[in-house]
Protein backbone atom coordinates (compact mmCIF):
# COMPACT_ATOMS: atom_id res chain seq x y z
CA UNK A 1 0.00 0.00 0.00
CA UNK A 2 0.80 3.29 -0.27
CA UNK A 3 0.14 6.76 0.79
CA UNK A 4 0.40 10.01 -0.80
CA UNK A 5 0.34 13.40 0.76
CA UNK A 6 0.15 16.57 -0.89
CA UNK A 7 1.15 19.68 0.64
CA UNK A 8 1.48 23.76 -0.88
CA UNK A 9 -1.24 24.58 -2.24
CA UNK A 10 -3.12 27.90 -0.64
CA UNK A 11 -4.11 31.50 -2.51
CA UNK A 12 -2.40 33.30 -4.62
CA UNK A 13 -2.76 36.23 -6.83
CA UNK A 14 -2.79 35.87 -10.49
CA UNK A 15 1.01 35.81 -11.60
CA UNK A 16 2.17 33.99 -8.87
CA UNK A 17 3.88 31.06 -7.80
CA UNK A 18 3.12 27.67 -6.00
CA UNK A 19 5.37 24.79 -5.56
CA UNK A 20 3.14 21.33 -4.94
CA UNK A 21 4.52 18.59 -3.21
CA UNK A 22 3.71 15.12 -2.61
CA UNK A 23 5.52 12.94 -0.29
CA UNK A 24 4.96 9.03 -1.03
CA UNK A 25 5.22 6.55 1.67
CA UNK A 26 5.06 2.17 1.52
CA UNK A 27 5.93 -0.14 -0.41
CA UNK A 28 5.00 -0.18 -4.49
CA UNK A 29 6.86 -2.77 -6.89
CA UNK A 30 7.21 -0.57 -9.92
CA UNK A 31 6.05 2.72 -10.53
CA UNK A 32 5.31 3.33 -13.98
CA UNK A 33 4.68 7.17 -14.12
CA UNK A 34 3.85 9.72 -11.30
CA UNK A 35 1.30 12.49 -11.86
CA UNK A 36 -0.37 15.67 -11.05
CA UNK A 37 -4.07 16.23 -11.46
CA UNK A 38 -6.59 18.74 -10.99
CA UNK A 39 -10.44 19.19 -10.29
CA UNK A 40 -12.28 22.58 -10.32
CA UNK A 41 -15.64 22.67 -9.14
CA UNK A 42 -18.41 21.60 -11.86
CA UNK A 43 -15.32 20.13 -13.88
CA UNK A 44 -14.46 16.59 -14.45
CA UNK A 45 -10.59 15.72 -13.20
CA UNK A 46 -8.10 16.46 -15.49
CA UNK A 47 -4.32 15.52 -15.98
CA UNK A 48 -2.30 18.40 -15.48
CA UNK A 49 1.40 17.15 -15.94
CA UNK A 50 2.84 13.67 -15.32
CA UNK A 51 6.19 11.95 -15.60
CA UNK A 52 7.24 8.27 -16.56
CA UNK A 53 9.82 6.27 -14.69
CA UNK A 54 12.31 6.94 -17.49
CA UNK A 55 12.18 10.42 -16.77
CA UNK A 56 9.80 11.72 -19.68
CA UNK A 57 7.11 14.24 -19.46
CA UNK A 58 4.34 15.86 -20.63
CA UNK A 59 1.56 18.46 -19.63
CA UNK A 60 -1.67 19.41 -20.67
CA UNK A 61 -1.53 22.56 -23.12
CA UNK A 62 -2.86 24.97 -20.63
CA UNK A 63 0.13 24.73 -18.10
CA UNK A 64 2.84 24.26 -20.92
CA UNK A 65 5.42 26.97 -20.38
CA UNK A 66 4.20 27.69 -16.76
CA UNK A 67 4.29 24.39 -15.12
CA UNK A 68 7.29 21.74 -14.20
CA UNK A 69 6.87 18.46 -12.79
CA UNK A 70 9.82 16.94 -11.26
CA UNK A 71 11.03 14.27 -8.83
CA UNK A 72 13.40 14.33 -5.70
CA UNK A 73 16.32 12.78 -5.84
CA UNK A 74 15.44 10.22 -3.52
CA UNK A 75 12.02 9.59 -5.47
CA UNK A 76 9.79 9.34 -2.99
CA UNK A 77 8.54 13.27 -3.61
CA UNK A 78 7.04 14.35 -6.40
CA UNK A 79 6.57 18.35 -7.53
CA UNK A 80 4.45 20.29 -9.84
CA UNK A 81 6.14 24.14 -9.93
CA UNK A 82 3.53 26.33 -11.39
CA UNK A 83 4.15 29.91 -12.46
CA UNK A 84 2.43 32.83 -14.20
CA UNK A 85 -0.65 31.38 -12.30
CA UNK A 86 -4.13 32.25 -13.15
CA UNK A 87 -7.72 32.28 -11.71
CA UNK A 88 -8.63 28.93 -14.27
CA UNK A 89 -5.82 26.66 -12.26
CA UNK A 90 -8.25 27.48 -9.59
CA UNK A 91 -8.87 23.56 -8.17
CA UNK A 92 -8.21 20.48 -6.12
CA UNK A 93 -4.85 19.18 -6.89
CA UNK A 94 -4.32 15.67 -6.64
CA UNK A 95 -1.18 13.57 -6.51
CA UNK A 96 -1.18 10.19 -8.44
CA UNK A 97 1.56 7.13 -8.44
CA UNK A 98 0.64 4.33 -11.13
CA UNK A 99 2.49 1.01 -11.57
CA UNK A 100 2.07 -2.53 -9.99
CA UNK A 101 2.26 -4.31 -6.50
CA UNK A 102 3.78 -6.96 -8.74
CA UNK A 103 4.06 -8.50 -11.72
CA UNK A 104 0.62 -8.31 -12.96
CA UNK A 105 -1.26 -6.31 -10.26
CA UNK A 106 -2.21 -2.61 -11.77
CA UNK A 107 -2.35 -0.17 -8.73
CA UNK A 108 -3.24 3.64 -9.05
CA UNK A 109 -3.04 5.20 -5.71
CA UNK A 110 -4.07 9.43 -5.35
CA UNK A 111 -3.64 11.69 -2.74
CA UNK A 112 -6.31 13.35 -0.70
CA UNK A 113 -5.31 16.71 -2.67
CA UNK A 114 -4.54 20.49 -1.85
CA UNK A 115 -6.56 23.38 -2.88
CA UNK A 116 -4.86 26.26 -5.23
CA UNK A 117 -6.98 29.36 -5.23
CA UNK A 118 -5.93 31.96 -7.88
CA UNK A 119 -7.86 35.23 -6.92
CA UNK A 120 -7.54 38.86 -6.48
Known amino acids: QVQLVESGGGLVQPGGSLRLSCTTS????????MGWYRQAPGKQRELVAR???????DYVDSVKGRCTISRGDTKNVLYLQMNSLRPEDTAVYYC??????????????WGQGTQVTVSS
Open 96 to 109: NVLGYSDYVTIVDY
Open 26 to 33: GSIFRINA
Open 51 to 57: ITSGGST
